[in-house]
T-cell receptor, first 116, second 112 residues
Framework: NAGVTQTPKFQVLKTGQSMTLQCAQD?????MYWYRQDPGMGLRLIYY???????DKGEVPNGYNVSRLNKREFSLRLESAAPSQTSVYFC???????????????FGPGTRLTVL | DAKTTQPNSMESNEEEPVHLPCNHS???????IHWYRQLPSQGPEYVIH???SNVNNRMASLAIAEDRKSSTLILHRATLRDAAVYYC?????????????FGTGTLLAVQP
């Protein structure tokens, strides 16, 4: 049981390049999330998927797209990377069947992205 | 979402209790109080949550004020491994989504 896995662990891009961050969970969770964390800051939600087949914008969605490929996988794409997107990206998942009171999110180890 | 206020940093000695405060004066009746922590170079992990009553689990205790405008996360015996950023987060118990709104948290340093 690996929990939430993310690939790659590290990535360096040049401005304008594109890439996709991959996330997978093996806990049969319904909901998945992408966050970014800038130095010295808390996490900010980029996009989330409440269930397979649905995606919604979070707090900072500009410059990103997501795909909920199936129940296990949720990818984050940067179409044209910018230095402002240099950050650590975390994927998370949760059971969430409605009612946020006791639902726990499980986080992956993160992807450290640098855009030059 | 109602906001929380936490001290930027705290220090503790190993094997001593630690009390991490959180103010949430605008909390609503359906908001649950959740705590997550983030160890260095790792993703956040769930610690504990509660609504009105004090809560205990294997990791920590959560003490909630009677008026619910503040709460305290208690680590009974701090270890070096407890050095982390601790986030206090309010979650709407009747919410249609499961978003977590992170603040900047409290950076806990544990001295040997």
């Amino acid at each position: 049981n690996a929990g939430v896995t993310q690939t790659p662990k590290f990535q360096v891009l040049k401005t304008g390049q594109s890439m996709t961050l991959q996330c997978a969970q093996d806990m049969n969770h319904n909901s998945m999330y992408w966050y970014r964390q800038d130095p010295g800051m808390g996490l900010r939600l980029i996009y989330y998927s409440a269930s397979e087949g649905t995606t919604d914008k979070g707090e900072v969605p500009n410059g990103y797209n997501v795909s909920r490929l199936n129940k296990r996988e949720f990818s984050l794409r940067l179409e044209s990377a910018a230095p402002s997107q240099t950050s650590v990206y975390f994927c998370a998942s949760s059971v969430f069947r409605g009612g946020a009171s006791t639902d726990t999110q499980y986080f992956g180890p993160g992807t450290r992205l640098t855009v030059l | 979402d109602a906001k929380t206020t936490q001290p930027n940093s705290m220090e503790s000695n190993e094997e001593e209790p630690v009390h991490l405060p959180c103010n949430h004066s605008t909390i609503s009746g359906t908001d649950y109080i959740h705590w997550y922590r983030q160890l260095p170079s790792q993703g956040p992990e769930y610690v504990i949550h509660g609504l009105t009553s004090n809560v205990n689990n294997r990791m920590a205790s959560l003490a909630i004020a009677e008026d619910r405008k503040s709460s305290t996360l208690i680590l009974h015996r701090a270890t070096l491994r407890d050095a982390a950023v601790y986030y206090c987060i309010l979650r709407d118990g009747g919410g249609a989504t499961n978003k977590l709104i992170f603040g900047t948290g409290t950076l806990l340093a544990v001295q040997p």
